[in-house]
Every structure is written in C-alpha cells, then in structure tokens.
C-alpha cells in the first residue's frame, strides 16, 4: 500500500531512476541479471539501464496477473472508477516531471509532451472512467421459437429474450511502440482496468522511462497488487514470450507492421485473440477549390509533428495539378525559417530528435534512395538558423550544443514515381512527398495505392466533392480540411496492413472483455 505519511514524488532527476520491473506490486530486478543501456536521442549520451527479462520474468508477472484476475474481475465498477479516477488525477499533479522524461528519453520537444501527451493520458483515464460509470452497452433481443415438425419430444413453443453482457476476458498483454509512449500505455491500460481485466505490459525498450515512473503512480493509485505488471526488455525476449504464453488470453499490440504479422502468426497458431494497431502511409489529397493556405499550413504540421514519428502522419500530399506550384512554394515559404528543429527543451523548437541511431539510418536510407532514384529532394532549413552547424547530404542535422543528436532536416520530396519505395513504405520520420494529380478519380486511386489504410485528410471547399472522395478512401479514419483529429470516443484503427482492430470508446473495451449472450426462456 500507498505510504501515507510521506508525500507521494517522483525522481527529477535521471540518476536517481533505476529501472525495475513492476510484478506483483514489486519492483523487481530481472531474474537474467541482464541490462542494457537507453540513448538519450537529443544528446546521443546514455541515459539509464533497461532490464533486459526473460522468459521467467514473462512468466512471473503473468502468473501475478493470474492470481489478481480473480479478485479483480469480480469488483464493483464504482471502485474501478475511482482508480481509474484517481490515476488521472496524479498523472495530472506529476504531469510536468513525466512530459520532462518523455522529452528525454523519446527526443520530442517538451512543450508537446507537456501540453499535449501527458495531458491525453489524464483525458483517457477520465475518459474510461466516465464510460463505465454509464454503463456497458447492451443489445437485447426477443424472438418467438415454435416446436418443430422434427421434434420428437415434447417441446412448447416459447420466446426467449436475449441480452448481451460483457464480461472481463482476463489476462491481456499490452506491447506498445517508442513515438508516443505513455499515451501508448494509456490508450491500452485505461480500458483494460475498466473492463475489469488484468494485464502484462511490455513496453518500447527504447523509451522505458515514464512506463517505470508511471508504476509508482499505479501503486500510489491504489491498483492491487498484481492487476498491472511491466516487463521491461526486447521484444524478441520478453515480448515474444508473454504473447506465446499459456495463460494470456488477449494480446493488444500496436507497433510496426513487420512485428504484426509475426506476433499475428505465433497468437494465430494457439488461438489468442489479437488486436493490432500497425503502420501507415496516409494521403493528403489536396484539390484545386480548398482553402490552399490552411492545406499547406495543415500538411506541414501533419508531417512534422513530432518529428513525423506519428502513425497518422501525412507522409505522401497529391495536389492538383492547377494549385501544384502554389503549394509548394507555399509549403517552402511556411517551414523555412518559421519551423525550429532542434534542443527539444527550447519551447520555440518545432521537432526534435529522432528516436535513436538506427532510426536516423532508416529515414537518411530512404532520403539517399529518393536522391539516388533521381528525385527531387530539398532540406527546408533555415540558412540562417545559428543553431544548425551542418546539413549533411541525406539531410542529418547537426545541432549547436547537441552534436551527438538524432536530428533530420524537414525534408520535401518530388519528382517522384508513386511506384517508388520512398512512396509506398512507411518512413516514420520529417520526410514528405509532394506528387500531382489531374482528376478526382487519379486521387483516389493514387490515395489508395498502399498496403496500408490508417487515415487520410482532403482538401475541398465542395461538399459534395468532399463526400464523395472521403467515401471511396479505404482508410480507418478520413478527416476533410483537417489533420489529427480525433475523438477518443469514436473508433480508430486501420484497413489492410495498419491493422486489425478498432480502439477507443467501446471499442477498446470489447478488446478487454468477453461478450456473451444470455438467452432466457420466457415460459409463454
Ligand atoms: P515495433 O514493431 O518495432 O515494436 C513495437 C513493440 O513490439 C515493442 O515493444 C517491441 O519490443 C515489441 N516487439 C518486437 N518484436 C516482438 C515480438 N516478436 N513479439 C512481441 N513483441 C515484439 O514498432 P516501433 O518501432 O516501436 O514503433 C513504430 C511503429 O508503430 C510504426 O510502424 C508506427 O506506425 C506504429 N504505430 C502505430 C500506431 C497506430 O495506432 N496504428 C500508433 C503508434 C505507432
């Protein structure tokens, strides 16, 4: 329990964390006595040790969640949404040392992490918190049966009314991606306790700092012992084993679309249940009758936010061929000079650093392919900017005071066949493509050119246009004049390779509960 004599803090500062795993109420050094080292991605200097669990500690915290499943799913919705409540509420008065950590450790600027992220993981508390405390959804039904012909007993015709009722599925695992995550770890372990399920988490080994400080906030929360475990480490090491164990009945994954499909095959073959938020490559589609200004000024948000490291980011804009020029020197004109990238404690810097070493590669790899295929590609940095030292061939910044940062110029690409892999895979950096198109049926066939289908944004001042277009794009959620807009009370997730699955609102507590349907026999 919760000391309560002493008031409730968190460590500020970073020498002062160590990293344990979260089991059973307990925090626990990893029974492999292996750890590994986290990159501060701004500085590229080492931050703090992970464990790096095994297959016993998977173990461990998946009996623990086994164990607590049985009191847990039998309590009263009231008392989960106090905690619930009261998570929200001390995420809320810590909010400014976890937006520091997420900064830190992810390499986002602090004032996104401060005036957005955190406050999304208080909103999703409260938010599951007030849809329980509502009530379930229900569906019932009535349906007369008669004796049939074939019946050789004596059977009365009778009416059996119907009701569906949720029930908690038990053991879930939650294993959650780098670019945003504590709202990762919300966005799944809100609806879980609502739902009255327990769970095993398994965060990004690359950003494990707030998922630790976020276990001291559990505790202080007042979640028993056991309901929610962490498990720190790799995927290929802890992740795998908690989705093949025995005992975890529903796993909640969002990551990458490689990592899906592997997860996808072992869960597939012992018959789990698998909800899978995965990658994209979203459209702008951006027609010759839209406000062209606020398109720009959209598009450029929606693909440099956060470093582009946003599963929804807009990474390939079609104009039409009429506004083409006129947006791109839109475009041009509204980055160079007016968007920082660089410290991300500086409250005036756009983006900051990408997340690690290898990341860097992947996206300076997919810029060296544009320029090698003959693209056009363009660095839209400020020459004047005196924090920037250098900008390398493939777009690498390099930052004054942060030489050893993960930073990319924001970078436009056109002149660019839509065949090409710079187009087609997902990049998940500040590198956006710009192509053109004639007709509004060359739109939506270029939009829907992609294994993926996580969103897109149109441009339109015509209604009817916009109705039209919006209903033959295949992707989860399709915004018109806007970008990133979401209401967490209706459903998001993806077609083909961004996923399988549905999350927010109801949605997400289907993916925690088991639904039955309870049949009575009405005896007239
Ligand atoms: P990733 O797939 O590399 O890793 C995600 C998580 O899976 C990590 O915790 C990792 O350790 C774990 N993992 C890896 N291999 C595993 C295995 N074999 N078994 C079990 N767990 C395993 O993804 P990432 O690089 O951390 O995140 C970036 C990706 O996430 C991007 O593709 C992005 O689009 C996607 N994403 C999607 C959404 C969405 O809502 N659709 C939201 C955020 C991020």
């Known amino acids: 329990m919760a000391n309560v004599d ?24 990893p029974l492999t006595n292996r750890s590994f080292a986290t990159v501060c991605p701004a500085t590229g200097q080492e931050l703090t040790l992970i ?13 623990a969640a086994k164990t607590a499943f049985k009191t847990w799913s039998k309590t009263t919705v009231k008392h989960r949404v106090s905690i619930l409540k009261r998570i929200a509420e001390l995420i809320k008065e810590h909010l400014a040392v976890l937006a520091k950590y997420e900064s830190l450790d992810q390499g986002k600027t602090l004032s ?9 993981c208080v909103h999703i508390f409260e938010l599951f918190a007030t849809m329980i405390a509502k009530g379930f959804a229900e569906t019932k039904g009535s349906m007369p049966f008669g004796s049939s012909p074939m019946e050789i007993t004596d059977i009365k015709p009778c009416t059996v009314d119907s ?4 029930v908690p599925a038990g053991v879930a695992a939650i294993i959650t991606p780098w670019n945003v995550p504590l709202v990762m770890i919300s966005q799944k372990l809100a609806p879980c306790l609502a739902a009255g399920s327990t769970c095993v988490i398994k965060p990004t080994e690359l950003c494990s700092i707030t998922t630790y400080l976020f276990t001291h906030i559990l505790r202080e929360a007042g979640v028993p012992d056991g309901v929610v475990n962490v498990v720190f480490g790799t995927g290929e090491r802890a992740g795998e084993p908690l989705v093949k164990h025995k005992d975890v009945r529903v796993i909640s994954f969002t990551g990458g679309t490689k990592t899906g499909s592997r997860i996808g095959m072992v869960a597939g073959a012992l018959n789990k249940r698998v909800y899978m938020e ?9 027609f010759d009758d839209c406000d062209i200004h606020h398109a720009a000024a959209t598009g450029i948000r929606s693909i ?10 807009a990474s390939r804009h079609y104009v039409q061929n009429p506004i083409y020029k006129r947006y791109l020197e839109l475009f041009r004109e509204k980055t160079i000079g007016r968007l920082k990238v660089g410290d991300p404690r500086d409250s005036n810097t756009y983006y900051g650093a990408l997340v690690s070493q290898n990341h860097l590669e992947k996206v300076t790899g997919y810029i060296r392919m544009a320029q090698e295929e003959g693209a056009t590609v363009e660095f839209l940095v400020d020459p004047n ?6 900008v390398s061939s493939d777009g690498r910044l390099t930052i004054r005071g942060l030489e050893g940062g993960f930073f990319v110029a924001p970078t436009l690409i056109t002149d660019i066949k839509q065949s090409s892999p710079v187009v087609q895979e997902e990049i998940f950096g500040p590198v956006v493509c710009v192509l053109p198109f004639d007709s509004e049926d060359e739109a939506v066939e270029l939009a829907n050119d992609t294994k993926y289908g996580l969103s897109a944004s149109v441009w339109s001042l015509d209604q009817r246009r916009l ?48 639904i039955k349907t309870l049949s009575h026999n009405r005896y007239r």
Not at 6 to 29: E, H, R, S, Y
Not at 385 to 390: A, C, G, K, L, M
């Open 304 to 313: 440099f936010h956060n470093q582009g490291e946003i599963c929804v980011a």
């Open 51 to 63: 464990p790096d669990s095994g297959e016993t500690d998977i173990d461990n915290a998946v009996k």
């Open 112 to 120: 996104l992490a401060t005036r957005h992220e955190i406050p999304s």
């Open 163 to 166: 009701v569906t009722q949720y």
């Open 467 to 514: 109705d039209r277009v919006m209903r033959q794009i295949n992707a989860g959620t399709v915004w018109s004049n806007t970008w990133f807009a979401l209401n967490l009370e209706l459903p998001f997730g993806g077609f083909g390779c961004s996923g399988n699955s549905r999350e927010f609102g109801p949605w997400s507590l289907e993916i925690f509960s088991e």
């Open 6 to 29: 002493a008031p409730f803090t968190l460590p500020t500062d970073v020498k002062d964390i160590t990293i344990k795993n979260f089991i059973n109420g307990q925090w626990v050094t």
């Open 278 to 286: 995965l990658g994209g490559k979203s459209p702008s589609l951006v």
């Open 385 to 390: 900017d005196p924090d920037i030292v250098s």
